[in-house]
């Protein structure tokens, strides 16, 4: 996977934990079980400086696509796009390697190959 791609991936994983600690029932279950939430800034900060180091155009995809779908990248296997399910041309999944960002004709997914 290039390094577009692990950006992206940290990035969306870094939107889930933010996302979960703003949710009161989820940050209320997580204190139960002895989980303190109080690092949300921390993880905000993280995000940014993050998000600097991709490029703006491919960046400004992820957050709009973000809006949509709680995963925006998502793996391939096989034949199939793992945030949709449906299958990809023989074309695209040709493409898919470690230098380049290809992008699911059905759903507008990122996409990466296991």
Do not use: W
């Not at 989820?26 to 993880?43: C, I, N, W, Y």
């Not at 995963?71 to 399910?85: I, K, N, Q």
């Amino acid at each position: 996977m290039n390094t577009k791609l692990q950006a992206l991936v940290a990035l969306q994983d870094l939107d889930l934990m933010i996302r979960e600690a703003k949710d009161p029932e989820q940050a209320t279950r997580e204190e139960e079980l002895g989980f303190p939430l109080s690092g949300v800034d921390k993880l905000e900060r993280t995000r940014d400086r993050l998000a600097k180091q991709i490029d703006e155009q491919l960046l400004q995809r992820y957050e709009r696509m973000s809006r949509r779908f709680t995963r925006v990248v998502v793996p391939v296997e096989g034949r199939v796009c793992l945030g949709c399910f449906m299958g990809l041309p023989t074309a695209t999944r040709r493409n898919i390697d470690p230098g380049t960002v290809e992008h699911c004709e059905n759903c507008g997914r990122i996409l990466y190959r296991l």
